[in-house]
Antibody, heavy 122, light 111 residues
Framework: EVHLVESGGGLVQPGRSLRLSCAAS????????MHWVRQAPGRGLEWVSG????????GYAVSVKGRFTISRDNAENSLYLHMNSLRPEDTALYYC???????????????WGQGTLVTVSS | QSALTQPASVSGSPGQSITISCTGT?????????VSWFQQHPGKAPKLMIY???SRPSGVSNRFSGSKSGNTASLTISGLQAEDEALYYC???????????FGTGTKVSVL
């Protein structure tokens, strides 16, 4: 059974950094692309970033490009999101999601974690 | 990055059929058959209902169907049931800029 468990969220001041983690199990992690998707309170879904199975293809939403960095450790079955220069508008529930394939074209699958909440506030 | 455009709300009576539209551009829906639809109930993670425009994951009711014409994709829910009341989001691969994009979301109400 596929399991995705996010961690690392919390309350952080504007301008500070935070690293999110996603622990994956129940599938061959290094066969699949992975993604981060966020949802601000009362708002819609926003794709944040994605990484191919071998980290050869990486993409970011315009809103986070230059501030966030996605990475993965296939040996540890883990996905990460390094978030720098955090802003109040980055406040959201951050989901980790598995892709249906290993690379382009990306298509998120039915497997999502339950999310980790990031709150950016002074 | 501009999201795909969906109506804010759609409603119907039990047993009826409703259709939700999702309008994009030639960089996403128009040129690629990689449209997905997600259902989200309050406080829950999104659930994949349709992928690759028309395909249903295992376990999803055949009351849900997808289609596409030009730059617009559609999700049809037939035989509307109370449990279908939720938010629905379309999504698509995009060939430039932001490489993946969600729709603005549609609240489905069962009257």
């Amino acid at each position: 059974e596929v399991h995705l468990v996010e961690s690392g969220g919390g309350l952080v001041q504007p301008g500070r950094s935070l690293r999110l983690s996603c622990a994956a199990s129940g599938f061959t992690f290094d066969d699949y692309a992975m993604h981060w998707v966020r949802q601000a309170p009362g708002r819609g879904l926003e794709w944040v970033s994605g990484v191919s199975w071998d980290s050869g293809t990486i993409g970011y939403a315009v809103s986070v490009k230059g501030r966030f960095t996605i990475s993965r450790d296939n040996a540890e079955n883990s996905l990460y999101l390094h978030m720098n220069s955090l802003r109040p508008e980055d406040t959201a529930l951050y989901y980790c999601a598995k892709d249906m394939g290993g690379d382009y074209p990306w298509a998120l699958s039915e497997f999502w974690g339950q999310g980790t909440l990031v709150t950016v506030s002074s | 990055q501009s999201a795909l455009t969906q109506p804010a709300s759609v409603s119907g009576s039990p047993g009826q059929s409703i259709t939700i539209s999702c309008t994009g551009t030639s960089r996403d829906i128009g040129d690629y058959d990689y449209v997905s639809w997600f259902q989200q109930h309050p406080g829950k993670a999104p659930k994949l209902m349709i992928y690759d425009v028309t395909s249903r994951p295992s376990g999803v009711s055949n009351r849900f169907s997808g289609s596409k014409s030009g730059n617009t994709a559609s999700l049809t829910i037939s035989g509307l049931q109370a449990e279908d009341e939720a938010l629905y989001y379309c999504s698509s691969y995009r060939s430039s800029g932001t490489l993946y994009v969600f729709g603005t979301g549609t609240k489905v109400s069962v009257l």
